[in-house]
């Protein structure tokens, strides 16, 4: 039986948050939130996370989920920036602030992993914090390819600031293909009262002036200004205001649900994920359960055009303020115009992006490939010059190129050949042993067919995904440094991971706001995964080994836990609601994205100061290459850096006092090369 519900107001939410990009703000990922809206009787929906594009591969995947379903739902793609005015004059401002020692700690500031605050974007004391607000979508494609450029912008050290920041040279350059409104009481608009209003209201409606003017030179028609309809006087005093700078100045009107959780039962889950952010208790002394009341003022979650006019006619007249009825239901349906009319249908272009700079001028992607392979092969020894070598060989180019995968070769070998300038590399780890491709381009060091390796294990004609060579090296951080610094930090990124709250901390942190003796916990935490085990394994066929029971298995095979989440209901509530939203962002071991422009392609963060992807590739997700991105993996090996150590000191002990890489390389060809060891003697 379908119970989705039919709203006669057609009304697309076009500001949403997710744990994805607004982690510790918002609850959910976005299918969650595409899910609900669906069946509250929406067909549309915008996600907007604080400062990144992160949900986008979750967007796209669910999307196309729910298409197949037969359910027909848009998604929009899009961003809530965090703006100033002029980065150059803050860059001023930063100066003279720097002059005074006490605001060193204040001003240095490294990019990284982001927490939003809006009291704190709302009412910043310093004029170095000032930032506001602003949702940015995406009509088209040109559209998307600009966010994800102002993106990578807004995190590069200098636009970097606590937040990731653009201004209005950054809009006036990648402005095309995207729509903009004025966003919340942090945003554009209401940070001009914010900042006015102890100056009178005149002095606010001027300042609200010439942000418009602004905003309307840049976008012309696609700037909106933002009504929302929260519990909130304040939020009145601004509706008024907004709607009387719009008709000044011609501006259409939205209403959105600035949503940040799926279901409005989750405002309390919401509350209490706030307050597990970092620093959180030590800021505010507040680990209380927060209770009704305060937090219901806003009413964050996907509406439906139906419940935004009652919530409209429900607080207008709490706070006995008149609005024109027909002006409030037509920026309520704008939403749905906007979604379908102004927006374009569209999956973000995911055309595999591998660098052309591997390719030599003149030559397409095979012929280089072919070239280099039989180079190779020719300067082996002769015994693997043969027609059973060369047969191999051209059988092995067929498949490669007829797959699509010759670039991915010629990007494998530039690695390698970058690598072993300056480190051991490892003779091949995996199926990847089995490619003669591999070994003639000496990504790998193991003869497949003197092994009687195959190829058909490690690359099949009928496969759909791309290798995956594990290269390993005895310096993986210095290998990615040098791709780096010789190929650019928007050809070369490393992969970001997300980590997320886990079953045991996540017991603990909720116990704690409901006073569980700490003994008591530790008692569970300790002996859930212990009872799981064993079931667990015989549920999945494993008879030895180590494994790890999951989420659902140890909430099933758990006595201890079942008994504790029996007599404390809540924290079982809680901790269903909470599990595997987003806690932070880590480096992936050895992945990177090796690519040309790809701050052009995808929305890059900076993490410690180093560039990142914003999406994972790995067990639990697979992003990357959905998105048209490709993941080599270059691993560490410590065993070659002992070679390496071991060959130096041989080489010392031989006469040669400073040995150089060069002097180590040669030793090891000579002697420890696997063509050169019998392994049968």
């Known amino acids: 039986m379908n119970n989705r519900k039919v709203s006669k107001i057609k009304y697309v939410n076009l500001h949403a948050h997710t744990t994805c990009g607004s982690p510790f703000d918002a609850l959910g990922y976005p299918q969650q939130h595409f899910d609900f809206c669906y069946e509250n009787g929406s067909d549309a929906m915008a996600i907007t996370d604080h400062g990144n594009m992160n949900a986008i591969p979750y967007i796209v995947e669910h999307a196309k989920k729910m298409q197949k379903e037969g359910k027909d739902f848009k998604p929009v793609y899009g961003l809530e920036a965090y703006f100033i005015p002029s980065i150059s004059d803050w860059e001023k401002l930063k100066e003279e602030a720097a002059k005074d020692k006490k605001n060193k700690k204040l001003i240095d500031s490294e990019s990284g992993f982001t927490i939003e605050d809006e009291a704190e974007t709302k009412k910043a004391k310093s004029e170095l914090n000032q930032r506001r607000h602003m949702v940015l979508l995406a009509q088209n494609q040109v559209g998307l390819n600009n966010l994800f450029q102002l993106v990578s912008k807004s995190y590069e050290p200098g636009n970097f600031y606590r937040f990731p920041r653009i201004d209005y040279d950054m809009l006036r350059e990648h402005s095309e293909g995207v729509i903009a409104s004025s966003a919340c009481m942090g945003g554009v608009l209401s940070v001009d009262y914010w900042r006015n209003k102890d100056d009178g209201e ?3 409606l001027n300042a609200m002036r010439e942000t418009t003017q602004n905003m309307i030179d840049i ?15 304040i939020q009145m005093k601004l509706n008024k205001m907004f709607i009387k700078i719009a008709d000044e100045f011609g501006v259409k009107l939205i209403t959105t649900s600035d949503s940040h959780y799926y279901r409005p039962d989750l405002w309390k889950d919401r509350e209490l994920y706030k307050r597990l952010r970092p620093g959180f208790a030590a800021l505010s002394g507040d680990i209380e359960v927060p209770e009704l009341g305060e937090f219901l003022k806003y009413e964050l979650y996907p509406k439906n055009g139906d419940e935004c006019f009652d919530h409209y006619k429900r607080y207008s007249e709490m706070f006995d303020e008149k609005f024109d009825d027909q002006l409030i239901l037509e920026s309520i349906e704008r939403t749905h115009e906007i979604a379908h009319q102004r927006v374009e249908s569209f999956w973000p272009d995911n055309t595999i992006r591998l660098p052309s700079f591997v390719i ?8 280089a490939l072919e070239t280099a392979a039989f180079t190779g092969l020719a300067g082996l020894e002769k015994h693997q010059q043969t027609e059973e070598y060369k047969e191999r060989l051209k059988r092995e180019l067929k498949v490669i190129k007829d797959r699509g995968f010759s670039r991915y070769f010629l990007t494998m070998k530039a690695i390698s050949d970058r690598a072993q300038k300056s480190q051991l590399a490892g003779p091949a780890r995996g199926s990847g042993g089995g490619s003669l491709v591999a070994y003639a381009l000496k990504i790998t060091q193991l003869d497949p067919i003197k092994y009687n390796l195959l190829f058909s294990r490690f690359l099949r004609a009928d496969a759909t ?16 440094e040098d791709l780096i610094k010789e190929w650019g930090d928007d050809c070369v990124v490393p992969i970001s991971n997300w980590n997320t ?12 706001f409901y006073d569980i003796p700490f003994a008591e916990v530790n008692k569970v935490t300790g002996k859930m995964t212990f009872e799981a085990t064993p079931a667990a394994k015989k549920d999945n066929g494993i008879v030895s080994g180590v494994y790890t029971p999951t989420f659902e298995e140890t909430m099933k095979y758990s006595p201890t836990l079942q008994e504790f989440l029996k007599k404390y209901p809540q924290v079982k509530t809680h901790v269903n609601n909470l599990y595997k939203q987003v806690r932070s962002q880590s480096r992936h071991a050895g992945g990177i994205v090796v690519g040309e422009n790809l701050d052009k392609h995808m929305p890059l963060l900076y993490s410690g100061g180093v560039r990142q992807s914003p999406w994972s590739e790995g067990q639990n997700v697979r992003h990357l290459e959905p998105m048209g991105f490709i993941k080599f993996d270059i691993l560490g090996l410590s065993t070659l850096r002992m070679i390496e150590d071991a060959i130096t000191r041989v080489l010392q002990t031989k006469g040669n006092a400073e040995p150089s890489f060069k002097d180590v390389r ?16």
């Open 501 to 512: 709250l886990q079953l045991r901390s996540l017991i603990k942190d909720i116990s704690k």
């Open 360 to 367: 030599p001028e003149g030559m397409t992607d095979d012929e």
């Open 465 to 480: 995904d791309y290798p995956d060579i594990d290269f390993d090296v005895s310096s993986p951080m210095q290998l990615k």
């Open 666 to 681: 040669a030793f090891y060809d000579e002697h420890l090369h696997p063509d050169k060891i019998d392994f049968d003697n």
């Open 219 to 233: 976008f012309g028609d696609r700037w909106y200004i933002e009504l929302q309809w929260w519990k909130s006087d």
């Open 202 to 204: 005149e002095a606010v």
